[in-house]
């Protein structure tokens, strides 16, 4: 017996060797490769392509974590971006006398709509420097056309497709599952917050006319945009436009070249063709290309070794105590950054990019306060994404000055609160019941295996009914604005930025470069400045270590395999994760 134990144990502590050995052997391999993505310096040769995709996840800041952009299927970094790296790439490249013009892949565009006005906005500047743009795709979306309006020549498929079909929102609802499950979500609401949806996918299985009216007046706002633009650069009419969305009258590639949509139909070869003769080489010589990824890593111009400093704090994602991460605001880490960055005497002015649909009003109201500190001792600009609402927006009002995008979704200036009951999922459906002794008669609130006595339910109303009237009152203060102005446009309702700009909650319309710009001249910088990016991402190394529990590998895989579905799973998951009360869009948007 005594040698079976002894060969088990060696058998099992080599399996355990083994295994650390695999384990130490694959962190020093995907760190290699992350440290040769990062760190490896590009040449370029002249006459080079810009090669720019959007297929990854278009995110506000470039991801430092490993494993948030790492493809396990072929084992090597996926090319994701954050808009930072994006238009200064871009920029770059207008002044780079080793690019000769950029080739847009459209195949597959991952952006939201803010962040592709954006990034076409910047594409527009890049133009004046007399260098061309090529767009080519097998199947135009509607994001990517748009995009793609910007180039000097677009390109599709002879047998591909060009989706124009005017936008469309979908919204999930879960009152049904919930009804099933026999789980009661307890709502209160902000006095008369009809547009607040967050809560309707609980309470109906359709959309209220208070939500209809506000996401077709968003919607309106947004295609208007898009519109707008695609006329100017097709010469066609936005009458017309409509007219084709309304036929569906671009339903193959031969109707995109015959209503003008396209320039002409080509096969890769054919384009690739085109590129060699704009890059004036032989037709069979290689082309030089360099992905926009890749590009960041290449150096042009001098170094900026200016001593004054504007600091840029990312805050992006869901709202809640904590510490969160690049993709989530954590109460405790971003109002850190804020802090530190009004204590260095060496940043003058402080831009924070916003893109959040919102989340806890006691961690937003956390925030804000930093944002009155700093804001009292340096200009404080706020940059609004794709989303700046509800919580979004209450910790952007204290900012010297607002930029938003003319399609950000913003305002949502509303409060909520949810208690789900769970006692018939766990009484009539799994057999499990619940006693207590108190000491109190309340000593059970808040309990989610009990509803809410009347008395109860009153206290959570109150409570709501005051954050929602400090939060008019804030931006009412704020902005400027009387409190009874802003409850008439707020109940909850969002905004597209081109609408918020007449209503007064913002108070320009341009991109992040030009809250930069802004916060320069408000410090008195001129062009002598350069950007120190907030919070500080965690060293490579660290995060690979911290996410060996397998999350993230597990997230990415799940992402990839259920593609769009994903988007529900996201869903139900903040349905789970909700504590306090609440001030956040609804919870899954969707709109294509």
Same mark, same amino acid.
């Given at each position: ?36 993505? &990062?760190?490896?310096? $590009? ?9 720019? !995709? @959007?297929? /990854?996840? =278009? ?119 919930? &009804?099933?499950?026999? $789980? ?9 917050? !009809? @547009?607040? /949806?967050? =809560? ?393």
């Amino acid at each position: 017996m005594k040698q079976f134990f002894k060969f088990m144990f060696a058998s099992f502590l080599g399996t355990l060797l083994t295994l650390l050995l695999l384990l130490f052997i694959m962190i020093g391999t995907i760190s290699a490769l992350v440290s040769m993505a &990062e760190n490896d310096q $590009v040449k370029l040769k002249p006459n080079t392509l810009l090669v720019a !995709k @959007f297929d /990854s996840p =278009v995110l506000d800041r470039s991801s430092k974590n490993p494993f948030e952009s790492f493809d396990f299927a072929n084992f090597k970094p996926d090319n994701s971006m954050g808009m930072n790296d994006i238009l200064k790439n871009i920029e770059k490249a207008a002044s780079d006398p080793n690019i000769k013009g950029i080739y847009l892949d459209l195949s597959e565009v991952n952006a939201g709509m803010a962040n592709l006005q954006e990034i076409r906005e910047k594409l527009v500047q890049f133009k004046t420097s007399g260098k061309f743009i090529i767009s080519y795709s097998e199947a135009y979306s509607q994001g990517a056309y748009y995009l793609a309006t910007v180039s000097d020549q677009i390109y599709l498929n002879p047998e591909g497709m060009l989706m124009f079909k005017g936008l469309n929102a979908q919204l999930a609802f879960i009152k049904g599952l919930l &009804e099933k499950i026999d $789980v009661e979500p307890q709502i209160i609401r902000g006095p008369n917050n !009809k @547009f607040k /949806s967050a =809560v309707e996918p609980l309470m109906y299985d359709k959309m209220s006319e208070a939500n209809r009216e506000q996401m077709e007046k968003l919607l309106g706002t947004v295609w208007g945009q898009m519109l707008g633009a695609i006329s100017e650069s097709r010469n066609l009419t936005v009458d017309q436009l409509n007219q084709f969305a309304d036929e569906l009258a671009v339903n193959n590639a031969d109707k995109a070249l015959e209503l003008k949509f396209v320039d002409g139909l080509k096969y890769k070869d054919e384009v690739l063709s085109i590129l060699r003769e704009k890059l004036e080489i032989e037709k069979d010589a290689k082309i030089e290309s360099v992905s926009l990824a890749k590009y960041t890593n290449a150096k042009v111009g001098e170094a900026n070794t200016s001593r004054n400093k504007i600091a840029v704090i990312y805050a992006v994602g869901e709202i809640a105590g904590g510490e969160g991460s690049d993709v989530a605001i954590g109460s405790e880490r971003i109002s850190k950054a804020i802090r530190k960055a009004r204590e260095d005497e060496k940043i003058k002015a402080i831009v924070m990019r916003v893109n959040s649909p919102g989340g806890s009003a006691l961690a937003s109201e956390i925030i804000r306060r930093e944002v009155e500190l700093a804001k009292a001792e340096k200009p404080f600009i706020v940059s609004m994404g794709n989303v700046a609402a509800s919580g979004g927006y209450w910790i952007s009002t204290n900012a010297d000055y607002i930029f938003a995008e003319p399609t950000t979704i913003t305002g949502s200036i509303g409060v909520f609160g949810v208690i789900p009951n769970m006692k018939g999922l766990f009484k009539d459906k799994l057999g499990i019941t619940f006693d207590n002794a108190m000491t109190n008669k309340n000593a059970n609130f808040i309990d989610v295996m009990e509803p809410l006595s009347e008395f109860q339910h009153q206290k959570i109303q109150d409570e709501v009914v005051q954050i929602y009237d400090d939060f008019t009152s804030l931006v009412a203060k704020t902005r400027n604005l009387r409190q009874t102005y802003v409850d008439s446009i707020g109940q909850g309702r969002v905004w597209a930025g081109n609408d918020a700009l007449g209503l007064g909650l913002v108070d320009q319309l341009g991109g992040f470069e030009d809250a930069l710009s802004f916060a320069a001249d408000k410090a008195e910088l001129g062009e002598d400045f350069k950007v120190v990016e907030m919070p500080e991402q965690k060293d490579p190394f660290q995060e690979l270590i911290q996410e060996m529990s397998g999350q993230s590998r597990v997230r990415a895989e799940l992402k990839k395999e259920m593609g769009n579905f994903y988007s529900y799973i996201e869903y139900l998951e903040q349905v789970s994760n909700m504590q306090g009360v609440q001030a956040r869009l609804p919870f899954y948007l969707k709109i294509e």
